[in-house]
C-alpha cells in the first residue's frame, strides 16, 4: 500500500481545497450559525467533477486514469476542513446513492439515474433509517405491495436522511415480504416529485448545519418494476454494502474536521500569550498538539487503506469500519482538545473550535454507528 498521491489524486485534492478556500471558508460561519444549506453553493460544488471521481467514464466519470476511490477521499477530507455539512451532503450524493446504482442497477438505471448524479446535475440520497429501525435496520416497516401490474405501491417513512428535500433521487429501502426478516428487504430508486412522496420534519441538529436532514414520507406512492435496485428480498445487502463504501467517506469526513481543528488550535496557540508568553510554548499545550497530529495520521492511514482497498475491488467492510470508528473517535478527541487549547473562547461561537467539536459528534453516530463498527470487527474477528 502506497500513500505517495500521484498527479490525478492531488488534482483532486487540490481542486477541493481551492472551493474551500475561496467559496466555503468565507461564509462557512454565517451559513453554520443561520443553518443555511446553500442549494447553488451545492450546484457549484457538484459541477467539479468530484462526484465522478472513481465512475468510469462511459457513466460520465473521470475514466480509469482520470481518478479512484482515493481521489474521492481525499476531495471529501479537503472539503470537511472548510465545511463538514457540504462534506457529507456530496458523499451521501457520491457514496450512498450514486454508487448502490453503479454497483446493483441495470444499464438502464445507470443510464437515467447514475449519470447526472456523477455528471453533478442531480443530488442523491439514501433512506434506510425509520422512527424503529434505526441501529436495527431489519425492522423497516415501510412497505411495498407488489400490484398486478408489477409495479409496487411504497407506504411509510424514513427519517434523519441528509439531502432530504433537496435531492432529486433517492434510494429508499422497504419490506416486500416481512415474513422474510432481512430478506424481505428490496431496494428502490424514488425520484422526487413522485406523487405521494413528500417531504417531513427537517431536524434542528447539534452540528453539520450547512446540510440538510429531512423526514421521508411515502403515501400510496406508485413505483414502476424498472426502479427496483437489485433483486427483489436483496434490500437488506445492498444496504450494507453501500454503508461499508459509506464510512470510509464518513472517516474521510473525520480526518478533515480532525484537522481543521487541529490548524486552529496551533495557530491560537501561537498568538494567545498567558503568563507572558505564547500558549504553544508551554509544554503541556504543545504536547497535546502533537499528540492531536499522531492521532490523525494514524487515522489517516486506515482510512486511505480502506479507500485503496475499494478501488483496488478487494474485501474492504471491516478496514472500513475500523477507519470509520478510529477516524470519528480522533476527530472527537481533537475537535475537544482544540476547544480547551482555545479556553473560553473555544466556548464561544465566535471562533471555529466550537463548530468542528459539534460537527465532529455526527461522525461517531451515522452510516452505523461506532458500536455498530465494534460488532462488524468483533464478528469479522470471531467468524
Ligand atoms: C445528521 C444525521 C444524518 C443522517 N443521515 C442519514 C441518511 O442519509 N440516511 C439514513 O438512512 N440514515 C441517516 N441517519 C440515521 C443514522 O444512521 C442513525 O441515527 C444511526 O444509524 C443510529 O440509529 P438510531 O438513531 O435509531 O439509534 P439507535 O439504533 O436507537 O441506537 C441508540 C444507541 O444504542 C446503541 N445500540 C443500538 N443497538 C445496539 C447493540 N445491539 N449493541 C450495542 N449498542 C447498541 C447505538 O450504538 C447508539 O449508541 C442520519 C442521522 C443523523 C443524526
Given at each position: 500500500m502506497d500513500f505517495n498521491l500521484t498527479e490525478v489524486q492531488q488534482d483532486f485534492m487540490n481542486l477541493a481545497r481551492d472551493f474551500g478556500e475561496?467559496?466555503?471558508?468565507?461564509t462557512i460561519m454565517e451559513r453554520d450559525h443561520q443553518g443555511i444549506y446553500d442549494d447553488a453553493l451545492i450546484a457549484e460544488l457538484l459541477s467539479l467533477g468530484i462526484t465522478g471521481a472513481y465512475f468510469e467514464e462511459k457513466y460520465g466519470g473521470a475514466g480509469d486514469d482520470g481518478g479512484d476511490v482515493l481521489s474521492y477521499i481525499l476531495a471529501v477530507e479537503e472539503l470537511a476542513k472548510y465545511d463538514a455539512g457540504v462534506s457529507i451532503t456530496l458523499s451521501a450524493t457520491v457514496s450512498l446513492c450514486a454508487n448502490p446504482i453503479w454497483q446493483f442497477g441495470t444499464e438502464e438505471q445507470k443510464e437515467k439515474f447514475l449519470v447526472p448524479l456523477v455528471e453533478g446535475t442531480k443530488l442523491g440520497a439514501f433512506g434506510l433509517t425509520e422512527p424503529n429501525a434505526?441501529?436495527?435496520?431489519?425492522?423497516?416497516?415501510t412497505v411495498a405491495v407488489k400490484n398486478d401490474d408489477g409495479t409496487y405501491t411504497l407506504n411509510g417513512s424514513k427519517i434523519f436522511i441528509t439531502n432530504g428535500g433537496h435531492a432529486d433521487i433517492y434510494i429508499v429501502f422497504a419490506m416486500t415480504d416481512k415474513s422474510k426478516g432481512n430478506h424481505g428487504i428490496t431496494a428502490f430508486i424514488l425520484e422526487d416529485g413522485m406523487p405521494g412522496f413528500t417531504y417531513g420534519k427537517k431536524e434542528d441538529k447539534m452540528g453539520i448545519h450547512t446540510s440538510v436532514t429531512m423526514e421521508l414520507v411515502f403515501q400510496d406512492v406508485k413505483v414502476p418494476a424498472e426502479n427496483m435496485l437489485g433483486e427483489e428480498g436483496k434490500g437488506f445487502k445492498i444496504a450494507m454494502m453501500t454503508l461499508d463504501g459509506g464510512r470510509i467517506g464518513v472517516g474521510a469526513q473525520a480526518l478533515g474536521i480532525a484537522e481543521a481543528a487541529l490548524a486552529d488550535a496551533v495557530e491560537y496557540s501561537k498568538q494567545r500569550v498567558q503568563f507572558g508568553k505564547p500558549?504553544?510554548?508551554f509544554q503541556s499545550v504543545s504536547f497535546k498538539l502533537a499528540d492531536m497530529k499522531m492521532q490523525i495520521e494514524a487515522a489517516r492511514n486506515l482510512v486511505y487503506k480502506a479507500a485503496c482497498l475499494k478501488q483496488e475491488g478487494k474485501p474492504f467492510t471491516v478496514e472500513a469500519a475500523i477507519a470509520k470508528r478510529v477516524a470519528s473517535d480522533v476527530a472527537m478527541r481533537v475537535s475537544t482538545e482544540a476547544v480547551q487549547i482555545f479556553g473560553g473562547y473555544g466556548y464561544s461561537e465566535e471562533y471555529p473550535a466550537a463548530r468542528h467539536m459539534r460537527d465532529a459528534k455526527i461522525t461517531q453516530i451515522y452510516e452505523g454507528t461506532n458500536e455498530v463498527q465494534l460488532m462488524v470487527t468483533a464478528g469479522a474477528l470471531l467468524r
Open positions: 475561496k467559496r466555503l471558508a468565507p434505526g441501529t436495527d435496520a431489519s425492522g423497516q416497516q500558549l504553544c510554548k
